[in-house]
């Protein structure tokens, strides 16, 4: 696989900027933005506006969100939930499981990723709004009205999807690891210290791009369209 997040070229990485100020609390100048192709550029922007951000005091980040999700995770005897607690021993499905701790919790989890029937659900519902959409620009009314009949049938499929833990996600230890990035500013306004910013910054793109946390390093491209322009100069 290319060393890329594989973001849409317009907007992806634009979702991913506004999301990294509005996590750090900053703001990124156009000129700024512009000029970064790879993780690492914006890194070297990040830490440039949040110069503090990494001695920061509080408690502990990771006690916190593994103290949450071991409350929900076993209510009446939490004590009895440890870091390698495995989470499928929980009884539920990754979707189910997931909803829970979020709700429980109020934390943003790591997206579960779909089984394929998830991802059957998903494409027939995309590929058939798309298709209905063609339909109605060419005028043929009766042919849009069937098309979306099945791409409804996709909602079914997603909501049965039982789903998949994500890839490095085995217990609540491996869930807290991936889940305290992504709660940076909850941790904060609670009197939490939060992870550092490489771990936010990674965390993020993660969750936006194709590449899991441990693939993603400050030489990761955004999109395709970066890498090819740097592999042709």
């Known amino acids: 696989?290319?060393?890329?997040?594989?973001?849409?070229?317009?907007?992806?990485?634009?979702?991913?900027?506004?999301?990294?100020?509005?996590?750090?609390?900053?703001?990124?100048?156009?000129e700024e933005a512009e000029r970064c192709c790879t993780v690492?550029?914006?890194?070297?922007?990040?830490?440039?506006?949040?110069?503090?951000?990494?001695?920061?005091?509080?408690?502990?980040?990771s006690s916190m969100v593994f103290y949450r999700l071991r409350r929900s995770l076993r209510p009446d005897n939490h004590r009895g939930i440890a870091p390698?607690?495995?989470?499928?021993?929980?009884?539920?499905s990754p979707s189910r499981l997931f909803k829970k701790l979020a709700d429980d919790t109020g934390l943003r989890l790591p997206s579960y990723e779909l089984t394929w029937l998830g991802r059957s659900g998903g494409l027939l519902l995309v590929g058939g709004i798309i298709a209905a959409f063609?339909?109605?620009?060419?005028?043929?009314?009766?042919?849009?009205?069937?098309?979306?009949?099945?791409?409804?049938?996709?909602?079914?499929l997603l909501r049965v999807?039982?789903?998949?833990?994500?890839?490095?996600i085995e217990t609540v230890a491996d869930l807290v690891r991936r889940t305290v990035p992504l709660n940076a500013t909850r941790l904060k306004e609670a009197g939490g210290r939060p992870a550092d910013r490489w771990s936010v910054l990674v965390s993020l793109a993660a969750e936006r791009g194709v590449l899991p946390p441990n693939a993603i390093g400050p030489e990761t491209f955004f999109h395709r369209k970066s890498l090819d322009l740097a592999v042709t100069r």
């Open 1 to 30: 696989m290319a060393n890329c997040l594989d973001l849409d070229p317009e907007w992806g990485a634009i979702d991913l900027l506004e999301e990294v100020e509005a996590t750090f609390g900053i703001k990124i100048a156009n």
């Open 40 to 61: 690492g550029d914006l890194y070297d922007v990040l830490c440039a506006h949040s110069l503090d951000w990494d001695g920061q005091d509080g408690s502990c980040g």
């Open 84 to 92: 390698d607690f495995a989470l499928a021993a929980s009884g539920l």
């Open 134 to 156: 063609v339909s109605l620009l060419t005028g043929h009314w009766v042919v849009s009205g069937i098309v979306v009949l099945f791409a409804l049938a996709g909602l079914p």
């Open 161 to 168: 999807d039982p789903g998949c833990f994500p890839v490095g």
